[in-house]
């Protein structure tokens, strides 16, 4: 009974919490049509070929593993197939090139393969919320390490990416020599924290608008993808050292986003974890883990940290202050560092 309560209690928060969200969008886009004109507001530039920094050689190879699911996984790896597996694992609105300077620095030790979820980049897009649940992404990780031929990895994420690791080292523990979390929130610790901070219900606003079907892509295109724009330079939620993001980078995220179809996968996401749950409870976490957390986090607060530690006997945190959520490309040679050390 006092499950199905709860249940009742956050369907109605995100209902609430979206109309509120579709509100103060509307109104925002109406402002800056205002402020733009419509002709900037509604353009979108098509990008066919990717800007030169993607095709920048140094990354890495680019490659593809079909999984037995048959998604079929875009990568790019960077160091030698011999060496232990390092796999890296992106969030929204993000693809590979996210860990561009991770690729280059960890390739002398490790087999660095940074990947594009399921729904993004290269990667398959199947059709349908229920296609992007955390079940279904971990077992795309899961599955991604046996085609590569390995049998574990050092598993890194960020955002949605360090949920999908937290996911697997507790489902599939055999799987994760080591984790490495970067603000990505542990999928129950999350759950728990919100339930009781109403500040990071505000936080996590976006979350319930996103539930509204067609709007949030239709808004998110607008300006010429202008959410890239806000999310990983806006003043508010951007990179603090905007240098680590340049007008290029920019363009590799958009371009990213231009193939049909691209945001409502990764918008599904969202959709997925608010409407279907993970089957069975998460196990505590066997593995060695690093939490890697950019203190100037808009959407998340990382006073959540504590619950984590709850399913986490073994973690070592490292804050970094004046780092955004964008915190291994806001501050790369310290994250870089900071991995390095917890890695020997």
Known sequence: MKGRVVYYLESFVIFLFAIIGCLFMIIN????????GPGAFFKVNRREAPPKCLLDAALGEHGYVVLKSGIKIHYVAN???????MLMLHGFPEFWY????QLKHFCDK????AVDNRGY???TKPKGVAEYTLNKLGEDVKQTVEALGRKSCVLVGHDWGGAIAWHVASKYPQVVDKLIALNGP??????????????????SWYISFYQIPFLPEYLARCADYGVIDLCLRGKQAGVRNRDRI??????????NFDEPGSLTCAINYYRASARIRPAGKYEPIRAPTLVIWGLDDVALDPAMIVEFAKDTPNMVVRYIPNASHWVQQDEPDLCNRYMREFLK
Do not use: C, M
């Open 29 to 36: 886009s109406f402002i800056l049509i205002i402020r733009k």
């Open 98 to 101: 996210s860990w561009r300077h």
């Open 110 to 113: 490790y087999y660095v393969v």
């Open 79 to 85: 160091g030698d197939p011999k060496n232990p597996l």
């Open 121 to 123: 980049g290269q990667s």
């Open 186 to 203: 542990h999928p129950s610790g999350y759950r728990r924290f919100v339930r009781t901070h109403f500040s990071q219900v505000i936080k």
């Open 246 to 255: 340049t007008k290029e980078d920019i363009e590799a995220f958009k371009h």
